[in-house]
């Protein structure tokens, strides 16, 4: 049938509200009330089409990639990665950019980073205070940006790494404020977050053009950081490796940070998963760890829908959706259901060790050729801080009641910002547990 799936008939601007206020009930109710694929009319799409089956799903990541865009939705990123990001392209130049890029993020590789990772975790637990509450998502935010100042970008030197670091904050956290509200992109005569943007971003780019060019002058065959193997390894102009740079801080800083924070904020709600995480970790072993990242990924999605822009009519649950219209995977109506995960609100970590996640039902990092390309970096990463917020720590949550999913520009965040208390805490010490795979 020629259109497009059933859908609420309210008008757009009450569905765009409504959309923000409620956004995972409201699709809870659409669910229940039009079935696994509806439409919405809302800013700033043509036509949204919802989609939570798993076969549909996999229709459209395996689909031809020419007629299903992602860049065209990421635009709205432009500001701060620049236009010739990885997350702007499509078509051909998508797919030569990803195969320039995968290798530096081969899950092997990651390996290298583990003793660095360990140690910026250590560093930023020893400055959490002791019996008063605190948020841990604004530290799990140092951990992560710290990481890729040193790992991805390669920064040596103390003094320069630090100025990154709080020239990226402000840049970032101006940035969230106005991605999402166009008519705020505006210069008000030398005033305002758009115009502090500009400013920043513009001592943003020297130190990272900087960074490039040492890169270029004096080339190093041992260097681990992403930024020396693409510069050695690929033909991407200064331009392109500055946008792919940001795209990297963009893409990765916020949403792994995002990820430990609900790691944290569900484990210490469930006291059994919380022990027995404790003693696994304390015998070396962390294949429960996993276990648990990925039952937080799913019950806390940190992003909750990927894009696709319809270049030509595509064949959906039984209709054929015409070109211009969107489809928009919902990670947290597929996480939600029943069929593939029994008790679907509950956070049962151990569901993962009867069976592993399937391809179509589990998509926190999305999927197809614009799958994360830095999921195996951010698994390892949440492995690596995790083991020592866990097995260094003696923690408790500041108040038993849940934290809510509170939407913080394209991420849903802890409310609160998963807030705990430390009672104890034992020194850093070498790695106990063998660096994880
Ligand atoms: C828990 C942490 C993370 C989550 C939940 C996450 C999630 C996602 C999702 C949902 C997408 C869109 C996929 C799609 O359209 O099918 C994506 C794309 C991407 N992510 Fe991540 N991500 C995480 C960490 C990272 C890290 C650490 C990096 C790099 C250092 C990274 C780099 C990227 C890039 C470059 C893309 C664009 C891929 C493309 O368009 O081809 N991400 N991520």
Redesign the pocket.
């Known amino acids: 049938m020629e259109g497009y799936p059933p859908g609420p008939r309210l008008p757009r601007t009450l569905q765009g509200l409504r959309m923000l206020a409620t956004e995972h009930r409201m699709l809870e109710r659409y669910r229940r009330r039009w079935g696994d694929v509806f439409t919405l009319n809302l800013w700033p799409f043509e036509r949204l089409v919802v989609v939570s089956d798993p076969a549909e799903v996999k229709r459209i990541?395996q689909g031809d990639p020419h007629e299903l865009h992602?860049?065209e939705g990421?635009r709205v990123l432009e500001p701060l990665v620049g236009s010739e990001?990885?997350?702007l392209?499509d078509d051909d130049e998508?797919l030569r950019?990803?195969k320039l890029?995968l290798p530096a993020?081969h899950g092997e590789r990651m390996r290298v980073y583990g003793e660095l990772m360990r140690e910026i975790a250590d560093a930023e637990i020893d400055a959490w205070p002791l019996r008063s509450e605190f948020p841990v998502h604004a530290s799990m935010q140092r951990i992560?940006l710290r990481v890729?100042v040193r790992a991805?970008f390669g920064v040596e030197d103390d003094a320069r790494a630090l100025e990154l670091e709080e020239l990226l904050v402000q840049v970032t956290e101006l940035g969230q404020r106005v991605l999402m509200v166009p008519p705020l992109q505006r210069d008000f005569g030398g005033h305002g977050p758009w115009y502090r943007v500009g400013q920043v971003g513009e001592r943003v780019d020297a130190l990272l053009y900087d960074e490039i060019a040492r890169r270029r002058s004096a080339p190093d065959a041992d260097a681990t950081d992403?930024l020396s193997m693409l510069v050695a390894g690929s033909d991407l102009t200064d331009e392109q490796l500055r946008d792919?740079l940001m795209?990297?801080?963009v893409?990765?800083?916020e949403?792994?940070a995002?990820?430990?924070s609900w790691v944290v904020e569900r484990v210490l709600r469930h006291p059994p998963v919380h022990a027995r995480l404790c003693a696994e970790l304390a015998d070396g072993e962390d294949g429960y760890l996993d276990c648990v990242i990925k039952e937080a990924?799913r019950v806390r999605?940190?992003?909750t829908?990927?894009?696709?822009t319809l270049k030509s009519p595509m064949d959906v649950a039984g209709y054929t959706i015409p070109t211009g219209a969107t489809l928009g995977?919902s990670?947290l109506l597929i996480h939600r259901r029943a069929d593939l995960y029994p008790e679907p609100y509950a956070f049962r970590p151990e569901r993962f060790e009867e069976s592993p996640p399937d391809t179509y039902g589990w998509?926190?990092?999305?999927?197809?050729?614009?799958?994360?390309?830095?999921?195996a970096?951010?698994?390892f990463?949440?492995k690596q801080v995790l083991t020592q917020v866990f097995g260094r720590l003696d923690l408790r949550v500041a108040d038993p009641r849940p934290e809510r999913q509170a939407r913080r520009a394209i991420?849903f965040v802890p409310a609160r910002g998963a807030r705990v208390v430390v009672d104890a805490r034992v020194p850093a010490v070498a790695p106990a547990v063998p660096i994880p795979a």
């Not at 829908?305 to 696709?308: E, G, I």
């Not at 998509?363 to 999921?375: E, I, N, S, T, Y």
């Open positions: 990541f992602a860049g990421n990001s990885v997350l392209l998508h950019r990803r890029l993020f992560t890729i991805v992403i792919e795209t990297l801080l893409a990765g800083h949403t792994t995002t990820g430990m990924l999605p940190v992003i829908y990927v894009m696709r995977t990670i998509l926190p990092f999305g999927g197809g050729v614009r799958r994360c390309l830095g999921a970096f951010a698994g990463e949440m991420t």
